[in-house]
């Protein structure tokens, strides 16, 4: 029996994720480095259709996270967290593609962009295309990069450290929350 293998594919070709890494490398000023592990608590919020469902319970409401409890989500999802008034802590994002452009979810990913508060951390991995960076970053909103191993990745020797696991922002935030320290991590909404 052979082992079950899934290889990803890049949603861009490797030369547009080299351009874009490279480009962010020289625009965004603050970078992700590996933290200690800590006792803070990590949500990260994904926009499946149960995210709704526990948004409307107490499980899930914008009082119900301690203050040791850290909100991460994807950009798809804040609309819907502005929505319950939840402020997510940072959303995490990994799109190559420009800004002005549909989403895989049929949204514009300005549109998305624009339901962020200023408080919220854009967590942007270097994948990411530049437009989406300097959209967020014209509009006042603070940007840490982080890089996510993808196809190019070798090009750029000077990185520390590349996250894995995953291949969408709801399951490469798995391994961002890990290197911030997070080692208690729920997962809501990855359906």
């Known amino acids: 029996n052979a082992p079950f293998r899934i290889q990803p594919v890049d949603s861009v070709e490797k030369e547009q994720l080299v351009r874009n890494i490279r480009e962010n490398l020289d625009i965004i000023p603050k970078w992700v480095n590996r933290c200690r592990p800590h006792d803070k608590i990590a ?8 995210l709704s ?19 991460f989500c994807v950009k ?5 967290l502005k929505d319950h008034g939840i402020i997510p802590f940072g959303m995490i994002t990994l799109d190559p593609r420009p800004v002005d452009q549909k989403s895989t979810h049929g949204v514009t990913r300005k549109d998305l962009f624009s339901a962020l508060d200023k408080t919220t951390i854009c967590f ?7 437009s989406q960076v300097r959209y967020m970053m014209d509009r006042g909103h603070n940007v840490v990069g982080w890089n996510a191993a ?18 969408c ?3 490469r935030g798995i391994g961002l929350v890990h290197a ?12």
């Open 43 to 50: 949500w990260l919020l994904s926009a499946g259709g149960s």
């Open 53 to 71: 469902k526990c948004l409307k319970t107490k499980f899930l409401h914008k009082d119900s996270f301690p203050e040791n409890h850290v909100v």
């Open 76 to 80: 798809h999802s804040v609309p819907i």
């Open 124 to 130: 942007v991995a270097s994948m990411t295309h530049p």
């Open 150 to 167: 993808v196809q190019g990745y070798e090009n750029f020797p000077q990185v520390p450290f590349w996250i894995t696991q995953g291949t």
């Open 169 to 171: 922002s709801a399951t």
């Open 180 to 191: 911030l320290g997070f080692r208690e991590i729920n997962l809501v909404g990855y359906d």
